[in-house]
C-alpha cells in the first residue's frame, strides 16, 4: 500500500525458491533414518533446527551426511537405533525435541537427556510428556522444581497402545505419538480438536506404513515398518509467506514463488491473504514429495483488515507475527484471536509482536488469546526485539523493507533457525530505487549502498568513514562485526583452535547494532563495546572468525539489516561481491603491501616507522593476504582504485566523486 505522505516507492522483481519446508525437513531425516536401506533427500532446508534434528540422529548412530541440496540417507531402522553417548542440543527446535522424545520412548534400552537454548527450555514439554508416559516410557523434568519443560530425559520401554484425545491440536505432539507407536510396534489413535499439519501422515503413508486418516485424527497399526524413499521437499510455505506480503505492500512489480506447499493444512495464511485483498495466483499445481506444490504470482494491492481465528489458526499457526504485521498496513482492523499457543512458540509471540509493533508507532491491543491491530499508512519507525524469534526478525524485516518505514531490528541473525538466506533474498528481489532525483536520495526511496572492499589496511575503513562523512550517509565496518564475534570467543576462555562456528554463534544474539551519527556500529550485552572490540586480543582473532562460512553469513545478514533502512558506505572484503551484489558503487582500493604497512604502523604507533619495522609489518600483512585471499577479491564492476600514491584526502575526494555519479 503506498504511503499517502510521501513519493516513497518499492518496487519488486524476480523469483525465489524459499528454502525446503521446516516440518517435512525434520520428518524426512527422522523418517529415512527409520527405513532400512537408502532414502534420497532433496531440497531439504539447511537450518539450524534441522541441523539439531540430524545432529541427535547421528548421535543414536544413524549416518546422516552433511545436509546439502541431494543427501542419500542409509537408513538402519529402529533397531539399528542406540542411546545418544551425551545430551541431545535440540537448540531453539521444538519440533527436534518432541519428535525426538516420541522416537526414544518407543525404544526399549534408550534413554537421552534433551537440552536446549533459553527460549526452547521455556516452552512446554509437559504435553508430550503426559501421552508419552501413559504409553509406559520416562519422562523425567531436570530443571527447577515445577518446571515441565527442558532439560528432560526420555527414557524408552516396550510401550502400550494408546488412543489418545489432544486437547490442542499439534502436529509435534500428534508426530511424537506415531514415533512412539512405530518405534515398539504398537498402534496408536491420535484424535485433535482440528487438523494439524499431516506431513507425517503423507510421509509414512507413501513410506509403506498403514494409517487411516479419520476427520478427527489419525490410527496408526501394530507392527510397521518404515520403508526407505527419494523426496524432494516442497518450498516451505511459511517462509514463502514473508515475501508474498512484500510484493501485496511493494507499489509496482510481481513476484514469483515456486514449488511452494500447498497442503491444505499449511494453507490458512494464504485464505487470510485473500481475505485481506493479497493479489496471489497459484499456477502449475503438481504433485512433489507427496505433498502438493504450485508456483505463487503476487503483485501489490490494496490491502484492509480481517478476523483470524478458531480452526484456521492451526493453518497459519507460524505464520500469524507476520500477519500481525501485515495488518498494521491494511485499512481497517485486523482481530486475531483464538491463538494462545502463539504464547509458547519460540516467545511468546503475542506480546513481542505486540510490543513491537506498539515501538515502532502501530495501534495495538494484546488480548490473552491473540491481538486487535487497527492498520494505518502511517511510517513506522524503531527498534524491534526479537527475543532470538526467527520469524519476528523476518516479520519485522518485511516492514523493514518498506521504503518509508526506518526499522532496526537487534538479532537479525537469528533467521538462520529456519531460513539462513532470508536477508539475502530479500535484497535480491527489491529493486534499487530510482536515483535520479537530485540532491541525494528521494526520501523513501529504497537505501543507496556504496560498497568499499580491499585486502587488509589498504585505508577502507577510515576512508569509508569519510565517504560517509561528507555524504551525510551512515558508515558500516563489516570487520567491526567479525571483531563482535572474536571477542564473544576471546571472552569465552577456550582456546581459540576449539572454536566453532556453531559455539561462537550461539552467543551471536548478545551483539547488537548501534545507531550512531555516522555509523552503524555493534554493540555488546546492549553496551559499547568499541575499545574491546580493538583490543589486540580480538585483532589476533578475527581473521580465524572471518574464515568461518557461517559467521560470514551472520556478519552478512547484519550489515544487510544496517542498510535496510538507511544509506550506507560499507567496507569489507566481500560486500561488492557477496553482501550486496546490487550496489549501486563498488570500489575496491588496492596498495602496495610496504605502503600499507607503513600506513597501519604511523596510526597504531603515532609516529613514522623506520624500514626495518615497515619491513617485519609488509610480511604479516602478505601472509594476512594469503589467509583472506578466498574472500577478498573485486566485484567485476567494481572500480578498483590504487591508493600507494594517494592521500587518504585524494581516495576520499575520488570515492566522494564517484558516489555522487552514481547517485546520479
Ligand atoms: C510443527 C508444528 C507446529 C508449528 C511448528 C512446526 C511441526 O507446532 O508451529 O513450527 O513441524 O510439527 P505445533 O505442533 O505446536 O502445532
Redesign the pocket.
Known sequence: MSNAESTASLEVRGEIRTPGD??IS??ALIFSALGVGPSRVRAILESADVQATAEALRAMGVPIPVLGPDIVIKGVGVGGLSSPAGPLDCGNS??TT??MAGLISGLAQCTARFEGDASLSRRPMRRVAVPLRAMGASVDFEGPEGHEGLPMRVTGAALQSIEWDNVQ???????AILLAGLAAGVAVQVREPSR??D?SERMLAARGVSLEVRPDGVVLAAGQTVQPLDVEVPADP?SAAFFIALAALADSGSLTLTDVCLNPTRTGALDVFQRMGVDCRIENVRTMGGEEVGNLVIVPAALRGTTIGGDEI?RC??ELPLLACLAACAEGETIISDAA?LRV?ESDRIAAVVANLRALGAEVEERPDGMRIVGSTRPLRGHVATHGDHRLAMAFGILGALPTNRITIDDPGCVAVSYPTFWADLARVIVPADTSHAGGRPRGSAPLVIAIDGPAASGKSSTSQWVAQRLGVHHVDSGAFYRAIAYLGVQSGAAPEAWSADGLLAQAHRVGQRLTERSVLPSVDGLDADEALRDAAVTRQVSRVAQMAAVRQWVNAQVRQAANSTDVVVDGRDIGTTVFPDAALKVFLIADPWERARRRLIQRLGRHPIDPEIAEETEALVARDALDATQSAPARDAITIDTTALTQEEQVARIVALARAARR
Do not use: F, N, W, Y
Request: charged share 35%.
Open positions: 521446516k516440518s525434520h520428518r521444538g519440533t518432541r519428535l491440536s499439534s502436529a509435534q505432539v500428534k508426530g494439524s499439519r506431513h511459511s492451526p499457526i507460524d499457543e512458540k
